[in-house]
């Protein structure tokens, strides 16, 4: 109840994170007036870009999702003044003894057509986690991050290979808009303008259209339109940064065809549903305590900016989230199940934190997945 009543307490604000709104004050006003909201989290967030992306494949296999768990967890004995070489040792043994002896449960979930590639990888991955096991008792602090993440790598190419198929059906009246199935990866170049050290800079994003692919949808369509190219940052606040409207009074992409701002639903999918939930937040919906698939919990979360009072008014405006999930928990944000969260930033999130409004988008280039877009409004 007290989460819910600071909810409706800030939402005014707060979920202006779109067009408007200094939503870091927002939040920090809810804390002061609701000192127990800052403790209603759910457990220790998962905060890992490339984590929450493979947390987030549709997937159903005890055995790799096990092996994943402990491997992701090795980030905690990190974090342990010295290394926690004893969790670690535990959760190397663990996946190894998994992915050598129940090769067979791992691979009943994968599709005829991708078994062969992933009975290489399982055969990468129980020699990589030998390599480990030395790693591990050489004590080697600098491998032990390294050698994780390689494994995690190797994970998820077996998760994905366990994809059959799309997971859903998009809603009809959805159904003929830019949609992506699947997943895409773009590469943003920028240019800082006034920063006396940094010209030019790099972002990696992989967007999401396995859970959210109208929203993923209609921005690689935008993307392969050069809609972003040369777009200046036109919000850096320190809690979000945030682009994509373009000049004129209109506030979003206006489609040539209709000479009207293309919008598309609000949509957030929550794991176990059939589908994603549209035109609805989780909030008007009652689900309180639902976490969506992709939550806000990454630095550099990416997300579609909407106007406060209307779910489908999604465009262009997209923005990245700054601030981390302590400040945002799932389960006790003001984000979650508002805002369609389409991508996570990869590689080169720490560029956000410098970006200020003039600089530029020079380009976004799909450089992985274009296959997956479908009913595309572009012209080659």
Request: proline share 6%.
């Amino acid at each position: 109840a007290l989460a819910k009543a600071a909810r409706n307490a800030a939402c005014g604000l707060a979920c202006a994170a779109a067009f408007l709104g200094p939503v870091n004050e927002t939040l920090a006003a809810v804390q002061q007036a609701y000192p127990d909201v800052a403790m209603l989290t759910a457990g220790d967030p998962v905060k890992n870009a490339n984590a929450l992306l493979r947390y987030a494949l549709p997937i159903d296999n005890k055995e790799i999702r096990t092996i994943q768990r402990n491997l992701e967890g090795i980030s905690e004995d990190l974090r342990v003044p010295g290394v926690k070489f004893s969790g670690v040792s535990k959760a190397v043994n663990t996946s190894l003894k998994i992915a050598s002896k129940q090769q067979n449960k791992i691979l009943a979930s994968v599709p005829d057509q991708n078994k062969d590639d992933a009975k290489l990888l399982l055969k990468d991955l129980v020699a990589g986690l030998e390599d480990f096991q030395v790693i591990v008792s050489n004590k080697d602090v600098q491998e032990v991050p390294i050698q994780q993440q390689a494994m995690l790598d190797l994970v998820g190419q077996i998760e994905e290979d366990m994809l059959s198929g799309y997971p859903f059906e998009v809603p009809a009246q959805y159904a003929s808009m830019p949609l992506l199935k699947g997943r895409a990866t773009v590469e943003v170049n920028l240019r800082l303008v006034e920063n006396p050290t940094i010209d030019k800079a790099q972002m990696t994003i992989v967007l999401d259209g396995l859970n959210a692919p109208v929203t993923a949808g209609n921005f690689v369509d935008l993307v392969q339109r050069k809609f972003y190219n040369n777009m200046e940052v036109q919000r850096a606040d320190g809690f979000v940064v945030q682009t994509g409207d373009p000049e004129g009074p209109a506030v979003g992409f206006v489609d040539p065809k209709t000479n009207k701002v293309r919008t598309i639903p609000l949509e957030v999918y929550v794991p176990g549903d059939d589908a994603p939930v549209y035109e609805e937040t989780l909030e008007e919906m009652g689900r309180y305590n639902a976490i969506p698939a992709l939550p806000f919990n990454a630095y550099g979360t990416m997300a579609m900016a909407r106007s406060e009072f209307e779910n489908n008014s999604g465009s262009s405006q997209v923005f990245w989230l700054l601030k981390e999930s302590e400040l945002t928990p799932s389960s006790a944000n003001l984000l979650d199940g508002r805002y369609a969260v389409f991508g996570y930033v990869t590689e080169g999130v720490d560029i956000l934190e410098v970006l200020k409004v003039g600089d530029m988008i020079e380009s976004i280039k799909v450089t992985k997945g274009i296959e997956n877009l479908v009913n595309p409004s572009y012209e080659e």
